[in-house]
């Protein structure tokens, strides 16, 4: 088998193919030494194919293994030989080996050309490699020689990792390998014209003629390369040369390798090595020791113990060193920061702090002033960490220190300055997206937002509203582009919501190499303006106002002369009246008349409190059924003929805490507006309680609203009619009186159909009302009817009356004397005797009095008795006399003028139903206004109904 280890693939097939004609010849053809020759074939053919190191088989073209013609030793499928004949060699190989040669078998039988292909077989987990040749033999067959190259492919491989390891070594260390052919002039560089051309794939660069090298090599360096390639040998140091390159100057060292002839040539070979990198540290280390000695600063290393290593010549020059640097401690200087222990603690410090340290000390300088330096400490090491240093820049900070504190002294005054004057300063930076490098105390105050907020940020991130933003912006961009001072006065929104006003200038500031800096003050004028606004509004009121008195003055000179016309009037005819029934009539304008009077007395009353701000409120226990109960008897009787008042009772009872009198007033209000404007139909009040609040509501079937004067029937002085007798105050006064017990009043009407007027008030805070459901009320007595006292019934009730006037006393005596036993006191102190004397069930008290006044009375009684009744009389109407006469002692108080029906009332209020002097029982039938319930037709009985009938008698 050795003997044809050095015949090629190619002739060892020729002479298979030799044998195999030589074999095929026919005997009788071929001479004697043909014969001879096939004899040999036929006995060595045999050998020679088991001599060969291939696989040779013979393959069907479909890919069936037909016959192994080699040794077995050549199987290398993994099989033996008699198993494979016949197979598809398919099933032998893995699917990739297996497309591999059936592709190549398929392009012999389509071509009838030898092809060769390669394909791997892993057997016992050891992948081997193999080059298969394919030859066709006839139509049917062909013969494949497949033979293992695993070594050549492992020893190719190794050759080029060997190649690619020389390689990077070679870039590692910045080599560059050169020939050059003396015989032609010629250098086979490629890495070096790679770098000249700027190429990047040096493998395709061939030999180039040396004129162009040459040219890029600095000229002082030519002549010692010129002498390198043409005489220099292995022996020789090496070149130092340099080359311009793409705009760099590159340094390199060349030495030659070997040196051989070719021709009587010399063929030079040798190595470039790039030394840019290591020569430019060098000058950078020589431009560092330049730097450090000629530097301001002074530099020093040292070892941990002290022992210097290197000082610049500023320190030198200060602590006047001579000789080597070497000799000396750190610490031994004169004028040393610390001694031996404290630079031991300051190592020790160095290596716990990451190796760095700064700090600022006092030193004696060259002339011996003491100076201030700002000392920086490093810890460096070696390469090797064997040496560890101190490295220390000293540098004389004593005149940046003076500045600074000259400056920081400048910068507190003009910050204190800033911060205390009354208008806002800001400056922004146009280059930085406008945001603010500045913004004074006063932009804080006023705007609500701290400058740690603002500075930094823009206006889009700190201001509250977008298009104030926006509107900054917009303005900041109209600045730059005309580079002119710009004022104007804008609005924005601070962070709590507020809107502020400001009278702003703004201008530009230069600034080095960017945008000019915009600087801006704004004046808050928005108490300048708000107090401006409240002048013209105060202004336009005042007008308004002196419009609507002088109409108010004329219409109450017209509202008041009128009732006083029909009382004097009526008065002086009522003592010449004929009859009884004309006495009463005249008797009964006077008495409307006057009430109509006190209203109006009362509104202007009311009015000024208003205005004034002392409107009072008064909060107890109350029940709202009850105060509607009164409003119903007080106002049935004034109905017109055609009118039903209706009372909508939809509880039994009602307790709330609320204010009695006012809620009286604003229900009076409603309901004698609805008299007034409604001629035919009914008017209906009520009341609901929805959650914590009462809801009142008054209608009626007048004449309505017109859709135009609805929005302002609750302004001052409004009249619908201005020929309708009142003010023009009620619904002013109602809504005032609503709004500050915190409840709303609202109207809805269409004219010509009514109107419902509704407020709500809310219950106290800590109080429920109790409302208990019931029987409901039965329908109240027709307008003008008057139940009698029984006769045979119990005796009067005594009233004690402190009244010093006759005529005032007498009024009361004409409204009670028929009904109680009047017992008159003149002046307080005889009140006082009567009252031990007679124990009345009532006192009414006039407050002014001689020799003791009503408080006093008061006061004395009330030792006597904690539970008479003590009514106060006085023509004083604020609330402040109402607490005066109540902290007294008094039970309650009436203001004058009185009217039959005031007495009745608190007589009615204060005395039991027995005392006076009216059993209780069936009230009695009505059939005008009807007092409804929820179960409508049951009677009302007891005090109620008694009450009733009380409050009807004259």
């Given at each position: 088998?050795?003997?044809?280890?050095?015949?090629?693939?190619?002739?060892?097939?020729?002479?298979?193919?030799?044998?195999?004609?030589?074999?095929?010849?026919?005997?009788?053809?071929?001479?004697?030494?043909?014969?001879?020759?096939?004899?040999?074939?036929?006995?060595?053919?045999?050998?020679?194919?088991?001599?060969?190191?291939?696989?040779?088989?013979?393959?069907?073209?479909?890919?069936?293994?037909?016959?192994?013609?080699?040794?077995?030793?050549?199987?290398?499928?993994?099989?033996?030989?008699?198993?494979?004949?016949?197979?598809?060699?398919?099933?032998?190989?893995?699917?990739?080996?297996?497309?591999?040669?059936?592709?190549?078998?398929?392009?012999?039988?389509?071509t009838r050309q030898g092809s060769t292909s390669h394909h791997d077989i892993t057997l016992d987990e050891c992948t081997r490699h193999y080059e298969n040749r394919i030859f066709p033999l006839d139509e049917r067959y062909a013969l494949c020689m497949c033979r293992d190259v695993t070594e050549e492919i492992r020893a190719k491989e190794e050759l080029e990792q060997a190649n690619r390891r020389m390689t990077m070594a070679e870039e590692m260390a910045s080599l560059c390998h050169w020939y050059y052919y003396e015989e032609t002039d010629e250098l086979d560089a490629p890495?070096?014209?790679?770098?000249?051309?700027?190429?990047?794939?040096?493998?395709?660069?061939?030999?180039?003629?040396?004129?162009?090298?040459?040219?890029?090599?600095?000229?002082?360096?030519?002549?010692?390369?010129?002498?390198?390639?043409?005489?220099?040998?292995?022996?020789?140091?090496?070149?130092?040369?340099?080359?311009?390159?793409?705009?760099?100057?590159?340094?390199?060292?060349?030495?030659?390798?070997?040196?051989?002839?070719?021709?009587?040539?010399?063929?030079?070979?040798?190595?470039?090595?790039?030394?840019?990198?290591?020569?430019?540290?060098?000058?950078?280390?020589?431009?560092?020791?330049?730097?450090?000695?000629?530097?301001?600063?002074?530099?020093?290393?040292?070892?941990?113990?002290?022992?210097?290593?290197?000082?610049?010549?500023?320190?030198?020059?200060?602590?006047?060193?001579?000789?080597?640097?070497?000799?000396?401690?750190?610490?031994?200087?004169?004028?040393?920061?610390?001694?031996?222990?404290?630079?031991?603690?300051?190592?020790?410090?160095?290596?716990?702090?990451?190796?760095?340290?700064?700090?600022?000390?006092?030193?004696?300088?060259?002339?011996?002033?003491?100076?201030?330096?700002?000392?920086?400490?490093?810890?460096?090491?070696?390469?090797?960490?064997?040496?560890?240093?101190?490295?220390?820049?000293?540098?004389?900070?004593?005149?940046?220190?003076?500045?600074?504190?000259?400056?920081?002294?400048?910068?507190?005054?003009?910050?204190?300055?800033?911060?205390?004057?009354?208008?806002?300063?800001?400056?922004?930076?146009?280059?930085?997206?406008?945001?603010?490098?500045?913004?004074?105390?006063?932009?804080?105050?006023?705007?609500?937002?701290?400058?740690?907020?603002?500075?930094?940020?823009?206006?889009f991130e700190i201001f509250p509203s977008i298009r104030d933003a926006e509107k900054f912006r917009k303005d900041d961009l109209a600045l730059l582009r005309t580079g002119e001072r710009v004022e104007f006065i804008e609005e924005y929104m601070a962070a709590n919501g507020q809107k502020r006003v400001v009278s702003t200038s703004k201008a530009l500031v230069p600034a080095e190499n960017k945008l000019p800096l915009i600087i801006g003050v704004s004046w808050d004028i928005t108490d300048m303006k708000r107090a401006e606004q409240e002048l013209i509004a105060a202004r336009i009121k005042a007008e308004v106002s002196d419009k609507l008195k002088s109409a108010f003055l004329a219409n109450m000179s017209h509202e008041i002369r009128t009732p006083l016309n029909a009382i004097v009037g009526f008065s002086r005819m009522v003592a010449s009246a004929e009859t009884d029934e004309e006495k009463q009539q005249y008797t009964e304008i006077i008495d409307s008349n006057a009430e109509l009077l006190l209203q109006l007395i009362n509104d202007i009353l009311d009015l000024s409190k208003i205005?004034?701000?002392?409107?009072?409120?008064?909060?107890q226990p109350m029940d709202l059924v009850e105060l509607c109960r009164e409003e119903y008897e007080i106002h049935k009787s004034r109905m017109r003929d055609g009118v039903a008042l209706v009372f909508d009772r939809k509880y039994e009872q009602a307790r709330v805490v609320s204010d009695h009198n006012r809620l009286a007033q604003v229900i009076t209000n409603l309901l004698s507006n609805a008299i007034k404007f409604t001629s035919q139909g009914e008017i209906r009040f009520g009341f609901d309680i929805r959650s914590n609040m009462a809801e009142f509501y008054v209608s009626d079937t007048g004449s309505g609203i017109p859709a135009d004067k609805l929005p302002t029937i609750f302004d001052r002085f409004i009249k619908l009619d201005s020929s309708a007798a009142g003010t023009g105050l009620g619904l002013a006064i109602s809504k005032t009186i609503v709004e500050k017990m915190g409840g709303t009043i609202s109207a809805e009407s269409r004219e010509g159909e009514g109107a419902t007027f509704r407020f709500t008030v809310p219950l106290r805070c800590g109080q429920e009302a109790v409302i208990a459901s019931g029987q409901p009320v039965a329908a109240p007595q027709a307008p003008g009817h008057e139940a009698a006292i029984p006769a045979g019934g119990p005796a009067p009730a005594t009233l004690l009356i402190a009244e010093d006037i006759d005529s005032n006393y007498m009024l009361m005596k004409a409204f009670l004397g028929k009904r109680y036993r009047l017992v008159r006191a003149h002046n307080g102190q005889e009140a006082v005797e009567l009252f031990?004397?007679?124990?009345?069930?009532?006192?009414?008290?006039?407050?002014?009095?001689?020799?003791?006044?009503?408080?006093?009375?008061?006061?004395?009684?009330?030792?006597?008795?904690?539970?008479?009744?003590?009514?106060?009389?006085?023509?004083?109407?604020?609330?402040?006399?109402?607490?005066?006469?109540?902290?007294?002692?008094?039970?309650?108080?009436?203001?004058?003028?009185?009217?039959?029906?005031?007495?009745?009332?608190?007589?009615?209020?204060?005395?039991?139903?027995?005392?006076?002097?009216?059993?209780?029982?069936?009230?009695?039938?009505?059939?005008?206004?009807?007092?409804?319930?929820?179960?409508?037709?049951?009677?009302?009985?007891?005090?109620?109904?008694?009450?009733?009938?009380?409050?009807?008698?004259?």
């Open positions: 088998m050795d003997n044809y280890d050095k015949y090629s693939r190619e002739e060892l097939v020729r002479m298979v193919r030799e044998l195999k004609a030589r074999n095929e010849a026919p005997e009788s053809g071929a001479g004697t030494g043909g014969a001879d020759n096939l004899r040999f074939k036929e006995r060595y053919a045999l050998r020679i194919l088991d001599s060969l190191p291939d696989m040779l088989t013979v393959l069907d073209h479909d890919g069936h293994l037909v016959e192994l013609v080699s040794s077995e030793e050549t199987n290398h499928v993994g099989e033996p030989s008699d198993r494979l004949i016949g197979r598809d060699i398919c099933s032998m190989l893995t699917p990739e080996a297996y497309h591999s040669v059936k592709a190549n078998l398929d392009r012999v039988a389509a890495q070096l014209i790679a770098l000249i051309t700027g190429r990047a794939d040096s493998s395709r660069v061939g030999r180039f003629p040396s004129s162009v090298f040459m040219p890029h090599v600095h000229p002082a360096d030519q002549d010692k390369l010129v002498w390198q390639l043409g005489s220099g040998s292995e022996a020789d140091n090496y070149v130092e040369y340099r080359i311009r390159a793409k705009g760099r100057t590159r340094y390199f060292h060349s030495r030659i390798i070997h040196v051989r002839e070719e021709r009587g040539y010399r063929v030079v070979e040798g190595y470039a090595q790039d030394m840019t990198y290591v020569v430019k540290r060098l000058h950078e280390l020589e431009a560092v020791k330049y730097a450090l000695n000629n530097a301001v600063e002074e530099i020093y290393a040292c070892r941990l113990d002290g022992t210097l290593e290197f000082a610049s010549q500023a320190f030198v020059e200060r602590h006047g060193l001579t000789g080597e640097v070497g000799s000396y401690r750190i610490y031994d200087l004169e004028g040393a920061a610390f001694d031996e222990r404290q630079w031991r603690n300051r190592v020790a410090e160095l290596r716990g702090n990451e190796g760095s340290d700064k700090y600022i000390a006092k030193l004696k300088g060259g002339n011996g002033e003491r100076l201030t330096y700002e000392i920086i400490n490093y810890i460096v090491y070696d390469e090797a960490k064997e040496c560890e240093l101190v490295w220390a820049f000293v540098r004389d900070i004593s005149l940046r220190v003076a500045h600074e504190n000259r400056i920081r002294e400048l910068n507190y005054v003009m910050d204190a300055i800033l911060n205390n004057i009354p208008v806002y300063l800001f400056v922004k930076d146009p280059s930085n997206e406008f945001r603010y490098l500045y913004w004074n105390k006063a932009f804080e105050e006023h705007s609500r937002i701290p400058a740690s907020v603002a500075l930094g940020r823009t206006d205005e004034a701000g002392t409107l009072d409120f008064n909060f031990g004397a007679e124990r009345p069930d009532l006192v009414f008290m006039d407050i002014k009095m001689p020799i003791m006044d009503g408080y006093e009375a008061t006061r004395r009684i009330r030792r006597l008795s904690a539970d008479v009744p003590i009514i106060a009389i006085t023509a004083f109407a604020f609330e402040s006399d109402r607490e005066k006469v109540l902290a007294a002692g008094c039970t309650d108080y009436l203001t004058k003028p009185l009217s039959q029906q005031m007495l009745n009332q608190k007589i009615a209020q204060y005395l039991p139903v027995q005392e006076c002097g009216i059993p209780s029982g069936r009230a009695g039938e009505g059939h005008a206004g009807v007092d409804r319930g929820d179960r409508p037709g049951q009677d009302d009985r007891g005090a109620v109904g008694s009450e009733r009938m009380l409050r009807q008698m004259p």
